[in-house]
């Protein structure tokens, strides 16, 4: 699983891009992104200094990479990247790996935090009925790549009256985040759809939505039961970022799904004081 997503989008145009005003552009964001990559691996934990630690490194990186010189102003203008370039899109991604990475269960190597396509739909198909014991007829769905946090498991499945097992690997997740520059209407309603089909199979899994800011268009029907948090990070309307990412909303993105991994073991210790399991 990608962990530092946005590092990698910039190491990869690197490769690619050997000279020109661009290869300047990803010199320089490059320089700045390994300090801001190389200071939240220092912190190695998850209190509430911490996190504002991450967020301060967050806005300081967000000015240098969102600099008007490195904006692409039209589609005639080659010298820049424009607003939905991967480069852009995938820095709130990476920052939310920072947030996270420090969670115990994380960190123990119980539960793996990466960046990877999320499982909506396990279909069986075959190709012919004659022969359709020795065929692999499990297929698997996947949606857009989103940030996950969960544990991989491998499938096994045969006809009753074959001898070879066949074989699939699979991400279960527990905690799924979806970042968004900026929340749209259309986005959430595509997410709704998305997380009742992921839900129909890990009806357990926490899908939360990270943001930036809203548009100024966004009216959501706020009946969204199969998302269980949205969070905007900057407590702001509008497609430019003006305010910054207040440490508050992150410390309380962070508790939500710290509480959420943390909270079926709670639960039981608390009820086994009390004598009573149920």
Request: proline share 3%.
């Amino acid at each position: 699983m990608n962990k530092f997503v946005h590092g990698s989008i910039i190491e990869d145009l690197l490769n690619k891009t050997k000279e020109g005003k661009i290869r300047l552009y990803l010199n320089e964001i490059n320089i700045q992104y390994k300090k801001w990559n190389r200071g939240n691996l220092a912190i190695k934990n998850n209190s509430k200094d911490d996190i504002k630690q991450k967020v301060d490194l967050y806005n300081e990186y967000y000015k240098t990479i969102f600099n008007e010189k490195y904006i692409r102003k039209n589609k005639h203008n080659r010298d820049g990247f424009s607003m939905n370039h991967p480069i852009f899109k995938t820095v709130l991604t990476e920052f939310c790996y920072y947030v996270f990475k420090d969670i115990t269960f994380i960190k123990n190597g119980s539960l793996i935090l990466g960046y990877r396509n999320p499982l909506v739909k396990i279909s069986i198909e075959y190709n012919q009925v004659i022969g359709i014991g020795q065929e692999k007829i499990l297929h698997f769905i996947y949606t857009d790549e989103n940030l996950l946090i969960g544990t991989n498991y491998e499938l096994q499945y045969k006809a009753e009256e074959n001898m070879v097992w066949c074989k699939e690997k699979i991400f279960v997740p527990v905690v799924i985040i979806a970042p968004y520059q900026v929340l749209t209407n259309n986005i959430l309603s595509q997410s709704i759809v998305v997380t009742k089909e992921i839900k129909n199979l890990f009806p357990n899994c926490l899908y939360i939505i990270v943001c930036e800011t809203s548009n100024n268009d966004f009216k959501p029907n706020l009946n969204f039961a199969s998302i269980d948090n949205i969070f905007v990070l900057r407590k702001q309307v509008g497609d430019i970022a003006t305010n910054p990412v207040y440490t508050d909303i992150v410390w309380k993105m962070y508790q939500v799904v710290s509480d959420f991994l943390t909270c079926e073991k709670e639960n039981y210790k608390s009820m086994i004081t009390k004598g009573i399991l149920k």
